[in-house]
């Protein structure tokens, strides 16, 4: 698992640099996102369906942020 | 006037599609992103819909977003652009349309949520009529196989990575356009070196896309070939018209489709909300 931190950007930042960052993971690994503009919360879970990966789920920092999971498929 | 937001997408399609398909070319993107969510190619979730009522109660344009995409819209009369900033969700990212729509709505929308409006990239939309053949090169053109999905999602990884575009790369949808027939390359003693894709025709005017040749097969002049043999496929099975999309800053497609017999027809502009 790898952390991309993304606090304080709003989208499509934070997809445009998940885009950017899912090869430095493994096929079958996750990356976690740390996101606290509330678009991201429909926006990650979208850019997954549209790229194929799998959406695995929001979890919580120790600050509060929403933190979404991605699990590289191709 | 006023825009209606409709929540079912089988109603709104079957609302709307008439009417873009009055102007297949302009239309196009719009059109194709409902078909393909209705057809069952590409999984409807969460899409936003809306409709500008005119004052006689008919359409006058139309708007929808697929996350995590902005919104798209059609050509839309003076002020409307402004009026959809108001009534669009939250979190929106960004805005595809002729000018000046999509632009006017990023501004307006930004004035409302504190952001910036950016022109991210600016298009033409082309449409032939009657080909002009290219210079004949080695290979043929025929349909990607069910077992192509692995190589065709590769190749749209590699494309969206290089051109920065939002589509889906994913290997169900990928599976999908196979077995629609509308996933085509161009193979060279048995190896696949271009592909040409194309969308379900809006009327009768099919638009091609995407069209991707890994950097190691470029400059030999197989995606004119794969383009015009795919154009040739669609007009003599009934399509009056193609239309294609090219990148203002990209020269060598802009080149190649103008010498297969492309004209420009309208502006596309993709714009980006920055905070």
Redesign the interface.
């Given at each position: 698992m790898i952390p991309l931190d993304q606090r304080g950007r709003?989208?499509?930042l934070p997809?445009?640099e998940l885009?950017r960052h899912i090869g430095d993971v493994g096929i079958g690994e996750i990356i976690a996102v740390a996101a606290d503009?509330?678009?991201a919360r429909?926006?990650?879970p979208?850019?997954c369906?549209?790229?194929?990966?799998d959406y695995a789920g929001e979890t919580e920092a120790p600050d509060g942020t929403p933190v979404y999971s991605v699990r590289r498929?191709? | 006037m006023q825009w209606v937001v409709e929540t079912d997408l089988a109603a709104y399609g079957g609302r709307v599609l008439p009417w873009l398909e009055r102007e297949p070319v302009r239309n196009s993107v719009p059109a194709t992103v409902l078909m393909t969510r209705l057809d069952g190619t590409i999984d409807p979730v969460d899409v936003w819909t809306a409709w500008l009522a005119g004052p006689d109660g008919e359409i006058a344009g139309v708007a929808l977003r697929t996350p995590p995409r902005g919104m798209l819209m059609t050509a839309l009369p003076a002020g409307a652009a402004a009026t959809l900033a108001a009534v669009a969700t939250d979190g929106i990212p960004a805005a595809s349309g002729p000018p000046p729509s999509a632009g006017d709505f990023c501004r307006a929308y930004a004035a409302r949520t504190g952001g910036r409006a950016v022109l991210e990239r600016s298009e033409q939309l082309y449409r032939l009529d009657v080909l002009v053949p290219p210079p004949a090169v080695p290979g043929r053109l025929r349909p990607m196989a069910a077992d192509e999905v692995g190589l065709l999602v590769r190749w749209l990884t590699e494309f969206s990575a290089e051109s920065h575009a939002m589509f889906e790369t994913g290997a169900d949808v990928a599976a999908r356009s196979i077995a629609q027939g509308r996933r085509m390359v161009w193979e060279v003693g048995g190896q696949p070196v271009c592909l040409v894709g194309f969308n379900p025709p809006v009327g009768r005017v099919p638009r091609i896309g995407p069209v991707w040749t890994p950097p190691e097969h470029r400059r030999r002049g197989y995606a004119a070939a794969a383009t015009a043999a795919t154009c040739r496929l669609l007009l003599d099975g009934g399509a009056v018209a193609v239309a294609l999309f090219a990148d203002d800053a990209n020269p060598t497609a802009v080149g190649v489709y103008t010498r297969l017999g492309f004209r420009p027809v309208t502006a596309q502009e993709d714009w980006l909300l920055e905070y």
């Open positions: 709003r989208c499509p997809v445009i885009a503009d509330p678009a429909l926006d990650i979208a850019w369906r549209m790229r194929g990966h498929r191709t | -």
